[in-house]
């Protein structure tokens, strides 16, 4: 376990998460003003992926943060920025309500989203702040050019599921019908190219969970009942 606010400043530790070892150090001697330096390594153990910085509202959430960013952290890192672009971090991240209003960018290239309490941001260099609405801040500087989008978003997932309103926690979305189609398209046996020439409609929907809950139903209609059903047998249990 790890008790940050014990340590005293200028020691060092290691913490064993699932995923490998994260070197961890307290600078600052003056309480209230500390912070901690957490080095999290790549999958090979020797590069290292990440660098967070956790301030002591933050200690409590340490444990969680730490093992979230070993469990994403790529096979090796080199000292390039990560190829993830912020724009398609937010469309890959789960924890995100909708994209109906675009992605909108900052002028220093970054982009943010939020959920019911707490909000998410993603910069070029690999810079990573999550934010809760009381003012805690889960940040991390991800190295390595092997930090794709779908990466940079599964740790901004992890960050936003420790912060958020628990009933953030469950956030569903539905998939819109793909409507009408030819059969052939799809390697059926029929034809027609006009809608009433042998066209088939096609109403079904998945519905998916920002926790990973997912299910495929024949329409919409069905998808959506699902997902709320979920979601309360969620805030149920």
């Known amino acids: 376990m790890l008790r940050l606010a014990e340590l005293a400043p200028g020691a060092r530790t290691v913490y064993a998460t699932g995923h490998g070892t994260v070197t961890v150090r307290k600078y600052g001697a003056v309480t209230g003003r500390e912070f901690i330096r957490a080095a999290v390594r790549a999958q090979d153990g020797r590069s290292r992926a990440a660098l967070v910085t956790l301030r002591p509202a933050a200690y409590p959430y340490a444990e969680a ?5 070993a469990r994403c952290a790529p096979a090796t890192a080199d000292h390039r920025d990560p190829s993830a672009a912020p724009g398609s971090v ?7 309500r909708t994209h109906a209003n675009g992605v909108p960018r900052q002028s220093d290239g970054s982009v943010g989203w939020s959920v019911p309490g707490a909000s998410a941001r993603a910069w070029p260099n690999g810079r990573l702040t999550v934010s809760s609405a009381e003012g805690v801040e889960l940040s991390a500087r991800l190295e390595g050019s092997e930090w794709d989008s779908w990466a940079v978003a599964a740790a901004a997932d992890v960050a936003l599921r420790i912060l958020c309103a628990p009933e953030a926690r469950h956030i569903t979305r539905t998939s819109e019908p793909s409507g009408w189609y030819r059969p052939l398209d799809r390697g059926h046996v029929g034809g027609g190219r006009e809608r009433k020439g042998n066209q088939s409609y096609d109403g079904s929907s998945t519905a998916r969970c920002s926790c990973g809950w997912r299910g495929a139903y024949q329409s919409r209609d069905a998808a959506l009942a699902m997902a709320a059903e979920h979601r309360r047998k969620s805030v149920e249990s």
């Open 65 to 69: 943060w730490l093992d979230g960013l």
């Open 90 to 96: 937010r469309l890959l991240a789960k924890m995100t």
